[in-house]
């Protein structure tokens, strides 16, 4: 009884996961003309069983990271592991073999790798690793959905670009906690204006490079934007100067406007997101089949496998907000965002409660990924942004972003556990 009480709170939510993930398969099968009737006993169970088996084994090892978050993205997997059987029954094995290989990921990392403090010793090869996965990946890299940001090992396929964002994190948050005073000082006088030193400047203008780089010629505005977005709001935590933000989204917004008058790929993305009724069956069919599943859903959805997702190209990955809308209602949307705000709030609160700059800042960098993120894909999902090409956390179909953002779990929850634990 004292083993269960360690983290009893993970252990109901965990259960009410359990129970929610069933009931979805056997309402989608019920939907469906009760097809693939043996899969609503297996894959529940064996998700299910995957939970439990990590929250048993950090009961065994008394670990004290957020009991709270890994239940919040739990009940998230739950959510994917439904809306695919739902809308692409035939990679619901896929889905399952990632998720389960995710949380053996997290798993590791919670268990033997919890002193994440040794990564700050390697941000310069963090940086230089992914650097040369972005030019490998923009040398030889695979163009699918419109973005060139696959690699093919033939054997494997994956998307450098979900290495690159956490790696990118581990250098920053080393880079900056080092360099945090000489960033911090305005030695630089322009007119009225007090800047930076231009030395200081580098790590502003490499990271501008980096993101035109993407767009430019992986075609990934989502992952610039994502990037960028990073390196920003760490910048802002490690010296708190607004003029470092402003500099940034100028920079940022001129190199988008060159590359909307250069690029053609850049354009099409602009004036879809625009207007994409001037081409319902062409360019902006992939937007305005979201934007009419939306509409569907109204408040309480069309319940589970009762609507017509399946219309919307690739919904299963960068779509699959839009399919929860239409079958669960804006109500059942409201309800994830909400889930979402929770992760973010805990994302943080870890970031908040960390003992030294380095773990804040890792912190910081780690739950902006997973915030930032989510707001781009939904935001280019609901026409509030332009589209772009990257998933929804913990939900999309897609085997590199899940192992990647239980990753970035980890690291959280270490962090977590060694602040508790001081």
Not at 2 to 7: F, N, T
Not at 29 to 49: C, D, E, R, S, W
Request: with cysteine; proline share 3%; net charge positive.
């Amino acid at each position: 009884m004292a083993l269960l009480k360690r983290r009893c709170q993970e252990t109901v939510l965990l259960t009410e996961n359990f129970f929610f993930l069933f009931l979805g398969f056997l309402l989608v099968y019920l939907a469906l003309g009760k097809q693939g009737g043996a899969n609503i006993f297996f894959y529940p169970l064996v998700l299910g069983l995957a939970f439990y088996f990590v929250h048993l084994i950090w009961i065994l090892t008394k670990y004290q990271g957020d009991q709270m978050l890994f239940s919040l993205i739990a009940c998230l997997l739950v959510l994917s592991t439904i809306m695919i059987f739902r809308l692409k029954p035939s990679l619901l094995l896929n889905q399952v073999t990632w998720i389960c290989l995710g949380l053996t990921v997290l798993l590791v990392m919670t268990v033997f790798l919890q002193n994440y403090k040794k990564l700050e010793k390697y941000k310069y090869f963090s940086a230089f690793l992914s650097l040369s996965l972005l030019i490998i990946t923009v040398l030889f890299g695979e163009q699918i959905g419109g973005n060139k940001s696959w690699l093919n090992l033939g054997f494997l396929r994956f998307e450098p670009a979900e290495i690159v964002k956490i790696l990118m994190v581990i250098f920053l948050a080393g880079f900056l906690q080092e360099k945090k005073e000489l960033l911090s000082e305005s030695t630089w006088r322009v007119g009225k204006f007090s800047l930076p030193h231009p030395q200081s400047l580098g790590p502003l203008l490499l990271m501008w490079g980096v993101s035109l780089i993407l767009v430019i010629f992986q075609k990934d505005l989502g992952m610039a934007l994502l990037l960028f977005g990073i390196f920003l709001a760490m910048l802002y935590v490690a010296t708190s100067r607004w003029s470092y933000v402003l500099v940034g989204i100028s920079l940022f917004l001129l190199g988008s406007w060159l590359c909307y008058l250069l690029f053609a790929h850049v354009q099409v993305r602009v004036d879809t997101w625009l207007n994409p009724w001037i081409s319902v069956h062409g360019k902006g069919y992939q937007i305005t089949q979201s934007i009419f599943s939306l509409a569907a859903g109204g408040l309480f959805g069309t319940g589970l496998g009762l609507g017509h997702p399946q219309y919307i190209p690739a919904v299963h990955t960068d779509f699959i907000f839009a399919a929860l809308a239409e079958e669960l209602g804006w109500t059942g949307a409201v309800m994830i965002l909400l889930i979402y705000l929770l992760i973010f709030y805990r994302s943080f609160r870890i970031a908040i409660q960390a003992k030294d700059e380095y773990s804040v800042l890792l912190a910081v960098g780690l739950s902006t990924v997973l915030a930032w993120q989510t707001f781009v894909i939904i935001g280019g999902v609901i026409k509030f942004i332009p589209l772009t090409g990257i998933t929804l956390p913990f939900i999309s179909y897609g085997g590199s972003s899940l192992v990647a953002n239980l990753a970035i779990l980890a690291l959280l929850l270490n962090i977590s556990h060694e602040t508790k634990k001081g």
